[in-house]
């Protein structure tokens, strides 16, 4: 049962930061820890990981998971007594070694540290760069470390303050987190009981991510409109806030309820199908009454196979969603960005799995999922899923905001729609339909009348924007729109993982990795 917090964390957070400068290839070069008041720089990876287990401290590394603390894994596996990566899929989240935790401050404020420097600490912003940092000469390499450490120091002191004087003294690993912590302790006005067994499976194979739609190609003359806090706006309304109702073969659309349908529609897809879970116009979905009707009146059609109908419901965020939302209009930088944030991810927490990922030098006591053994750093290293009481872990929650969401955007839907993700609609003319305020869910018009090109999910330009996930933006600078829409190889460079280093038995060294891209139709992918 997940009941409202009635504290605040009583102790004040104590933490250091850390940084480390690389050589080209990936090797170590200069480390640093800055406490707040005493700055150490390591001259080797081994003194700086020796440190961290002799002092038992909270450290944030900016990206750190996936680089500064990756670098030091091996290290770290070898000279500890216990090391722990507790993690979110296949990406990491944060490490546990031995008294420290190695905590990642992109998981609490994620945007670069050049960006949030300049928000919450211009006197000690970023220092830029006109080459590479293993090109500096040594005293501008201690200098540009220094003032990492010691900035990012600053944006997670002043971030906290910010927490603490408009919500509470409340500390988290991650935002979602302490999204959560703040909508318990000042919002939450109901106890809320989660479902097990075969209800909660159900409700988990209803929850997918946003709408998205690809139509390919070279357009003129496009416009871009994005929805003011899309998933806050879905947030608003009733919701169930305990597992008790019933089974039902027959459709109850006055009443919060999931069904398990299959269904036909037609136009732009805008149902999830549960069997290969991507947007399709036929197949079987478990969607809620709101889709349904939203369905009938399109014209589509819905077979009923079985569904659950919600007795107990209530609207338990609309306070937290319209406190924060007024609050960000009325705002400024750092506080409109902590706002919007926070507004964006408390949704996601209520979806979060029951199943959780660890790798760590410790066995597991019970496994439930996929599990492996690996030799690493002269010890065994455990991957292996386990069962957790997560308490706010409630699907039906998340499962009901994402369903509203892609309803909304696909509401606007119509035949000039060359593309749409989670929250904007690319249309190739102006939409005077479209309602342009800054109200909550209402849209805000970015691009108007640009060249644009489309070959897939999260691949195009428009305008001068160029987006390729999975592909560094330096590499994509030299790409034109014409010339973007011939398939082609990228080639850049990276960094192994803590996963790919396990897998691979490889030590953290700059890798070439090439990704070739060619345009079709996509409707949705899961990740």
């Not at 090391?83 to 031995?98: P, R």
């Not at 507004?343 to 019970?366: A, C, V, W």
């Not at 909304?408 to 690319?426: A, P, Q």
Request: hydrophobic share 35%; glycine share 6%.
């Amino acid at each position: 049962m997940l009941k409202p917090l009635k504290s605040e964390d009583r102790r004040k957070l104590v933490f250091s930061t850390l940084d480390i400068e690389t050589n080209e290839d990936g090797t170590y070069l200069l480390g640093a820890i800055y406490t707040g008041g005493e700055y150490l720089e390591f001259t080797t990876s081994s003194e700086l990981a020796q440190y961290i287990v002799d002092h038992g401290a909270v450290y944030y590394a900016h990206c750190g998971v996936r680089f500064d603390y990756a670098l030091l894994f091996n290290e770290l596996v070898t000279i500890s007594k216990t090391c722990t990566v507790s993690m979110s899929g296949s990406s990491g989240v944060y490490m546990t070694v031995d008294k420290s935790e190695l905590l990642d401050s992109y998981r609490l404020l994620p945007a670069s540290l050049e960006k949030l420097t300049k928000m919450f600490c211009p006197e000690r912003a970023k220092i830029k760069l006109d080459c590479m940092p293993w090109d500096l000469s040594e005293t501008e390499l201690r200098e540009y470390l220094r003032r990492d450490c010691e900035s990012l120091y600053l944006v997670v002191e002043r971030f906290y303050d910010i927490i603490k004087t408009r919500f509470g003294q409340l500390y988290a690993k991650t935002l979602p987190a302490l999204a959560m912590k703040i909508y318990r302790y000042k919002y939450q006005q109901h106890d809320m009981w989660g479902a097990s067994n075969s209800l909660y499976k159900f409700e988990k194979l209803s929850y997918f991510g946003g709408m998205m739609y690809v139509k390919p190609g070279l357009y003129e003359g496009v416009y871009s409109y994005d929805i003011n806090s899309m998933y806050p706006w879905a947030m608003q309304g009733e919701f169930p806030i305990a597992y008790h109702g019933k089974w039902v073969r027959q459709f109850e659309l006055d009443r919060i309820s999931i069904y398990r349908v299959a269904f036909k529609t037609h136009g732009i897809p805008y149902i999830y199908s549960i069997e290969d879970r991507k947007l399709v116009n036929e197949g079987v979905g478990i969607v809620c009454n709101t889709t349904i009707k939203y369905g009938i009146s399109r014209g589509d059609s819905f077979t009923l196979e079985e569904g659950y109908v919600y007795f107990r419901t209530a609207d338990i965020f609309s306070t937290f969603v319209n406190d924060l939302y007024s609050l960000r209009l009325a705002s400024q930088a750092p506080l409109n960005y902590v706002i919007k944030i926070l507004l964006n991810s408390l949704y996601g927490k209520f979806g979060q799995r029951r199943e959780s990922r660890t790798i760590s030098t410790e066995p597991p006591t019970e496994i439930v999922g996929k599990s492996r053994i690996y030799e690493y750093g002269g010890r065994e290293v455990f991957d292996y899923v386990e069962d957790k009481i997560i308490q706010h872990s409630m699907p039906i929650i998340a499962s009901l905001i994402t369903m509203k969401a892609r309803l909304r955007l696909h509401s606007f839907t119509d035949s000039n729609t060359i593309y749409m993700d989670t929250d904007s609609i690319h249309s190739a003319s102006r939409r005077d339909d479209i309602p342009i305020s800054s109200r909550l869910g209402d849209f805000k018009e970015e691009v108007s009348g640009v060249r644009a090109v489309y070959l897939g999910k999260k691949l195009y330009q428009i305008g001068e924007v160029k987006k390729a996930k999975g592909i560094p933006s330096h590499a994509m600078s030299v790409v034109s729109m014409e010339t973007m829409y011939s398939p082609r190889t990228f080639e850049f460079d990276t960094f192994p993982s803590i996963v790919q280093q396990l897998r691979r038995d490889v030590e953290f060294r700059k890798e070439v990795v090439s990704r070739t891209i060619n345009h079709t139709l996509v409707h949705a992918e899961t990740d």
